[in-house]
């Protein structure tokens, strides 16, 4: 049996993600990925045996990377109101510098590749941002509101602005991002 190298790993998943953000889900085929990471293609296949398994195997590998980003630095925080303007943050800053990642998710969750079961495991990776939104909700932070919804709101505002900077080719500001995170407070926040 070969052994893997996992360096050709990293080398097929960059390829994958470059090739959905350019051609979309639907757009590629195992030829295209093993081109595009310069691999031979029987080779692609011993690694992933269809590109079903391979985007499972890739979804998996950014949800987990994105959810760690995103909780960085929130257990120094004290104030829930820090902790939530870090997440904010976090989650914003991390979608502009990883776009491909971004779009690679965002089809992935619309796709017939990621499955009921996938979603379950996205849910439980995201366990401490509910967990969040019930606190501010408990404490009275947050409007009483289903944290379904809030969450919703919170990834709706981020992926339009991630997208309209992405493909306006402009930087996103601090100031523009502490502007969207006050609007978006203003929106969630108990009056």
């Known amino acids: 049996m070969r052994i893997k190298d996992e360096s050709k790993t990293d080398l097929i998943f960059k390829a994958t993600l470059n090739l959905v953000k350019e051609r979309g889900l639907a757009g590629i085929t195992m030829n295209d990925i093993s081109k595009a990471a310069s691999i031979a293609t029987g080779t692609l296949y011993i690694y992933f045996k269809n590109k079903e398994e391979l985007i499972k195997a890739l979804f998996l590998e950014c949800r987990t990377v994105s959810v760690q980003h995103y909780f960085a630095g929130l257990q120094e925080i004290s104030s829930f109101e820090g902790r939530m303007k870090r997440l904010f943050i976090n989650i914003i800053t ?63 505002i981020i992926h339009e602005m991630v997208k309209k900077t992405y493909f306006s080719g402009k930087k996103l500001s601090p100031e523009t991002i502490e502007q969207l995170y006050d609007m978006f407070w203003d929106g969630v926040r108990r009056q």
């Open 94 to 156: 991390y979608k502009i510098a990883f776009f491909e990642v971004s779009a690679f998710l965002e089809q992935s969750y619309h796709s017939p590749f990621v499955c009921i079961a996938d979603l379950k495991k996205k849910e439980k990776a995201l366990k401490p941002l509910f967990a969040l939104v019930k606190e501010g909700i408990e404490a009275g932070k947050l409007k009483n509101a289903d944290e379904e919804l809030i969450i919703s709101y919170l990834f709706g």
